[in-house]
């Protein structure tokens, strides 16, 4: 009844809407059963009125992108999937910061990372290379503080515009001290929340340098190839599934507790780097699940370190 309900108040929506959608076609596990619908917000209106329906309608959702880091279930998720995909704005908004020699850019949320990187280095703007390779929209990149050895988002992004669930905007000033390791403070459920949902981020305001474009493409360049070499980029995976613990590599972990190879129904432990699960024979994400918890169990019994999952799982 819920879902008829919701038909009703967005058959007027211009942007695309799709019922009972396989989630396999929506993550690069490639697994998951069905959605119940799957909306894409054409504008900011749409998505207010949007959240402001499954919010009266007492109707979960969950925000996703290009799906490159989430587990989604096996069976039937009995909520909206919301993909901002839409908001994909990129634009210099003209004068240099107060900070000095930075120029504010704005990014939208459903930008691909690799659309801003490359825009970036064609344009001589340095900040962004931390993005070579990195799969996935701004949106989740600034969810998880999404960041490589060449650094992270904390060190670029100085305001991020959000949408309540009640679906209010606001924005957020941001410094590197509200990030954390594949973490952040501002998008947490708050007072506007209905039950544990989280506002959903529309964009943010980027400070970025000038830089050469020729040093810049040899950075990335070089960066991605280096991906290319030791990640198992072929194979359906999420990338890392496991954050690295302080001081450590997870991948070294699991490698040293001998679960290269290692297999559970279609999901093993990637042989080309251990902090990759691969979705080898038709997978399900019981199999992933229950993988996650063997390699938990293995690597605290070997190496006396709990390892915490970067993947996020939706249930």
Avoid at 132 to 145: K, T
Avoid at 294 to 300: D, S
Wanted: aromatic fraction near 8%; proline fraction near 5%.
């Amino acid at each position: 009844m819920k879902f008829k309900l919701l038909k009703k108040e967005i058959k007027d929506f211009k942007g695309k809407v799709f019922w009972d959608e396989s989630l396999k076609k929506l993550n690069s596990f490639k697994v998951g059963g069905v959605a119940r619908v799957l909306i894409f917000p054409q504008d900011e209106t749409e998505l207010s009125l949007l959240l402001k329906s499954v919010g009266k309608l007492d109707i979960p959702y969950f925000i996703l992108g290009d799906g490159s880091n989430v587990l989604l279930p096996d069976d039937v998720y009995e909520g909206a999937i919301i993909n901002v995909s839409n908001f994909k704005e990129l634009k210099v908004l003209g004068v240099r910061s107060p900070e000095g020699d930075l120029t504010p850019v704005y990014v939208g949320a459903g930008l691909s990372k690799q659309m801003l990187l490359f825009w970036s280095v064609q344009n001589g703007y340095a900040g962004c290379e931390f993005l070579a390779g990195v799969p996935g929209q701004i949106g989740g990149g600034l969810f998880m503080n999404a960041g490589t050895h060449l650094g992270d988002f904390s060190k670029i992004v100085k305001e991020v515009y959000l949408m309540d669930p009640d679906g209010t905007k606001r924005s957020v000033k941001v410094t590197p001290s509200d990030f954390g390791y594949r973490s952040q403070k501002f998008c947490k459920p708050g007072v506007r929340s209905h039950g544990d949902l989280t506002p959903i981020i529309l964009g943010a305001t980027l400070n970025l340098r000038k830089g050469d474009p020729l040093k810049l493409k040899a950075i990335v360049t070089k960066m991605i190839q280096e991906r290319k070499s030791k990640q198992p980029l072929k194979i359906p995976n999420c990338g890392s599934t496991f954050k690295n613990p302080p001081g450590n590599s997870a991948g070294k972990l699991i490698e040293a507790a001998g679960l290269k190879g290692f297999q559970i129904g279609g999901a093993m432990v990637s042989m080309t780097h251990a902090n990759f699960i691969e979705n080898v024979g038709n997978a399900k994400s019981l199999d992933i699940l229950n993988l996650i918890s063997h390699v938990k169990k293995r690597v605290k019994e070997v190496q006396g370190i709990e390892l915490e999952e970067e993947v996020i799982v939706v249930r």
